[in-house]
């Protein structure tokens, strides 16, 4: 069987479970005699081996194996839960992870057999006395053969007419009529893909005539542990059987010669439908998806109702979709701009521009819905990483999550994991002081570090914070001029927050040694220029002694934005609503030079100007005697006046990318293309702070 086609949906799946296991052994080293816990990681075990084994993944296959014997014996209380247990399954789990990333790369899981972790595992058993080998053998044997044999199951099947005629036009061929129950075993996780391999060998033996249940429910897995078939075959009874004891999985096989005379048959009038197709390859993959809805079922039945009906689509095809909603943003654009050129009294055309704004305005909301997911996807595996961190420092720390259902555009969600990992590293290591110093402190001995999404407007904010020790300022002043980042005289006229934001500069590091957790200075400046390629913002707040707050501000959505659309000599530009505060007249009399810069002062703030037209070099249209207009924008608690020539108004605007020719400007985040065709530049306020 070709298993290829399944390749995206068994990573996707692996990932989910490897997740779900990293996760749920966390909980069982705070809670070592959870059942609920035990019993949720077995499953999870046995589903990963049993995918892993349907797609031909033997050293996975190996691994998750000896892993599930181990939680076999956990859950019948021979083996109690140790700590040297919990970090060989964490290494287990490091171990899968290494396969999936192979298989993701090249469809191939490697050649590390990883024997040394097996041996651990193994060893695990041979402790408590088990022999390996007795333990692995537990799968097969553990489903009650009994079940499929207490009774002639096959004889409930109803047959039609069709069917009643087929078996007699069979039997004076002298071909043989067979009743067979197959269960499959209680621990199986794919009963429908079992089923279908069930049907594939018998298939090979002879045909079948009719299965109860019918096939297709049989593929929509509504069945318990076993189904029958009456097959029509020119082979003994004994080599059908043999056939679908074949597979895998297959606790019993149960058989006998049929006769026709024992059978319920319908009347014709009450025939409602004819055979139905046996199960087909195709559906396998659905019998894997509908097996992790049931487990993610199961899993939640004691908190919340499951209501989630999704369905996997490849980023890219949004892509597609995101962009046709654009062209219709930009076409719905035309029409208003055609319409008002013309100041068309035309009631009913004006109703009806009216009625596509509102349709085009609703289906944008619902394709960004559609790209949104929730950061939980990320931040689920730094639970893990704080526990490895904890034990690599030797420094007592537990991480506090809020906020893991926040959503957020998947492009953002999928490039904003390196930058909290950076955050999460720097509070573990720099952040949180050692336990003799946190004593001294009147601190509790265990470090806390917070990580918070939540939505604000426009934006999504996370913050990463701890109760550490706080950034020393004097510290990272005299790093810098001993680097020759700043100089003594300047040094001495930098506020604080100044020379915080020093720490994002490429290669700075105030560690004194170089470890594996930090210490080479590649980090903070990761994380400012990865967070503003996002179109976002980074900033940090730190008090000595009582801990720090890394704040990142992102958009909710990258590729449509509310826009204001201005002037500057005889060009059009847009600047994101979401960074303009006001704006304001201003007369010229009111600029002051402030060492040699003009600032207004604006009720209670100085504010620095920045001219768009010497910025941008192009001639103002302005005379210089006349007032002037300010768009005040802000980025965190920074503040600046861009003084334009002309407001035109707020705009739905499509972001277009420059593409890779023009990266080197800084101040022009990308294009867009208004409604009468023109190309007008958007602003990068950030860059222009």
Known sequence: MDVSQYLEIFIDESNEHLQNLNTQILNLEAEPDNMDTINEIFRAAHSLKGMAGTMGYKRMQNLTHDMENVFSEVRNGHIKVAPSMIDILF??????DEYV????????????????????????????????????????TSAPKEEAGDGKKWLNIVLDSTQVSVIKAAQEMKKNIYGITVAVQETCILKAARAFLVFKAVEEKGEIVVSNPPAQDIEDEKFDKDFSLIVISDNSLQDVIKAAEYVSEIASVVGDVIDLNNMKKQKEANVQEETKPVASAAKVV???????????????????PVVNRTVRVDIEKLDVLMNLVSELIIAKNSLVSTTGQEQSQDDAFNEQIEYLESVT??????????????????????????????????????????????ELDRTVVDEIGDPLMHLLRNSADHG?????????????????????????????????RDDGNGIDVEKVR???????????EQAVNMTDKEIIDLLFLPSFS????????????????????????????VEVRSKLGEGSTWTIRL????????????????????????????????????????????????????????????????????????????????????????????????????IKSLGKYMKQTKIISGATILGDGEVALILDTNALL
């Open 286 to 304: 659905e019998a894997e998806k509908k097996e992790a809805a049931k487990a993610t079922e199961k899993k939640s039945s004691g908190s919340k």
């Open 91 to 96: 290494q287990c789990l490091d171990a899968l």
């Open 478 to 488: 005299n790093k810098a001029i001993e680097r020759g980042t700043i100089t003594a």
């Open 510 to 537: 105030t560690a004194k040694a170089v470890t594996d957790v930090s210490g080479r200075g590649v980090g903070l400046d990761v994380v400012r220029s990865k967070i503003e390629s996002l179109s976002g913002e």
């Open 555 to 654: 958009p909710l959505t990258l590729a449509i934005i509310q826009a204001l659309m201005i002037e500057v000599g005889n060009e059009k530009y847009a600047i994101s609503l979401g960074s303009i505060q006001t704006i304001e007249d201003i007369m010229v009399d009111d600029i002051k030079l402030v060492q040699n810069k003009e600032v207004i002062h604006l009720r209670g703030n100085v504010i620095p100007l920045v001219r768009l037209s010497e910025v941008l070099e192009v001639e103002s249209t302005k005379k210089d005697d006349e007032s002037m207009v300010v768009v005040i924008v802000k980025k965190g608690d920074k503040q600046a006046g861009l003084v334009i020539d002309e407001l035109l108004g707020q705009q739905e605007i499509v």
């Open 432 to 464: 949180l002081e050692s336990a003799e110093l946190r004593a001294e402190r009147g601190k509790p001995e265990t470090g806390s570090i917070f990580l918070d999404a939540y939505q604000d407007g426009n934006n999504v904010i996370i913050e990463v």
């Open 101 to 140: 990333s192979n298989i993701k790369e090249s469809a191939d899981e490697g050649t590390n057999d990883n024997e040394s972790l097996i041996k651990q595992l193994n060893a695990i058993l041979d402790n408590k006395g088990e022999e390996p080998e007795q333990v692995k053998e537990e799968p097969k």
């Open 361 to 406: 305005t609703n289906l944008h909301e619902s394709v960004m819905k559609v790209r949104m997911v929730p950061i939980e996807s990320v931040v689920s595996k730094f639970p893990r990483m704080i526990r490895d961190l904890s034990k690599k420092l030797g420094k007592k720390m537990e991480l506090y999550m809020s906020g893991e259902d926040t």
